[in-house]
């Protein structure tokens, strides 16, 4: 039986619900990343000359970045650009905010094709295929090809208009095969024609996006079993997994601090564990009459997120038989106060009776909005005519006796 809600411990005062230190090993590892960005090379001129970015060119880390990339912030910049070329009437507004929704799908483009080619020097290190890149082979070269020559052709379209608006130019490697486009544009579409296009592009991107960041787990753990990273990524990896034991030993403080007041300070004492009770169902074959389940039968139902088995105990001892519970009515006796000579008595004025139908009583996997029922029956006067389910009950008494199975004599 489960505890009432009053009972039931709130996840959140768990002392391991909020961690000191709750970095994962991805997490980690993008750090690092970006703060190799930040240690800077200079040259006898004190002029910067390259970066620490470049020991972190493996699958992991790219994997990484492709997790955390924030695509919500590049969804709302373009949704506000797009926004603002339907408010504005003025055309070189329409014009600033188609350029700047341009930019906004080329620098997601740009990461695209970034990540690809950093993937392609993992596979000449590696020498074996990279699964993550050969899926981002026939993404860039498919679909993403016809969005991105689009937003090209809506480029020169800009250009064109003679606005004086430039937008940067952005190079792409050759899997992108715009040359194999077979898309026509229309170089007299409105404004709205052509927004549409350029949200439809967009939209391309932003899919895919989305699916490489949900398969991007799964790429990360496959990776990490993986023994052809590079030495300086694999020493970088080994050090984040031995993080893992003083990170836990931190991530303790809440769980010693907590033990310290209540079984140091107040001198508190846990309370035994109670046993978890539930209501076991069971169903014979048709060819048996009776089964016996001796006291202390053991049940398995289910795991523990541990793996070990979840046992339940039988209290006592049971025949279980065929017999099924095919009707549940409740009975409901109303009552009236009358006078009767001089003195009020309550009086039994009439009896009703409702059907609850089984499925109601049968538990679902996924309960729909059920109708509730007074456990104890109820009057009708107190019900909506529309969900009037219960009505007079029939007064009688039955007998039930296994002497009624005899074959001999003649009963009515």
Known sequence: MSPSQDGRFLPALSWDYAKVDERTLDDLLRLAVEISKLIKYYNFDNEEEGDWNSFFNDELVVLAEIKYFDHAEFENKFKSNIEKIYRFNRQDKKYQYIANAITNVHQIAQKLDYWFNQLKFVESFTQQPVELRTEMFSMLGGKLSEALWYIQKIEQWLSDKNTGIEVDKYEYSLVWKFEETQIVFNNNMDFIELTEKLEKSFQSFYESIIYLKN??????????????????????????????????????????????????????????????????????????????????????????????????????????????????????????????????????????????????????????????????????????????????????????????????????
């Open 215 to 412: 398969k991007s787990n799964v790429f990360l753990e496959q990776s990490l079993k993986n023994d052809t990273h590079y030495p300086e990524i694999a020493l970088l990896i080994a050090f984040l997994q031995l993080y893992k034991v003083p990170q836990d030993s931190l991530n303790q403080l809440s769980k010693r601090i907590l033990d310290y007041y209540y079984f140091d300070a107040l001198q508190q004492k846990r309370k035994n564990p109670e046993q978890d009770k539930v209501y076991i169902k069971f169903e014979i074959n048709e060819e048996i009459l009776l089964a016996q389940v001796p006291n202390q039968t053991r049940f398995v139902a289910g795991e523990y997120e541990s793996g070990e088995n979840i046992i339940y105990t039988a209290d006592n001892s049971l025949a279980v038989n065929a017999a099924e519970i095919n009707e549940v009515r409740t009975i409901y006796a109303e009552y009236q106060n009358y006078i009767i000579r001089g003195l009020p008595q309550k009086i039994m004025t009439s009896l009703w009776s409702a059907v609850i139908p089984r499925e109601e009583l049968t538990p679902q996997e996924n309960p729909q909005i059920k109708k509730t029922y007074a456990p104890f029956g109820d009057a009708v006067t107190s019900q909506n005519l529309r969900e009037q389910i219960t009505k007079p009950a029939n007064l009688g008494f039955a007998v039930a006796s296994p002497s009624l199975f005899l074959s001999e004599g003649k009963r009515e």
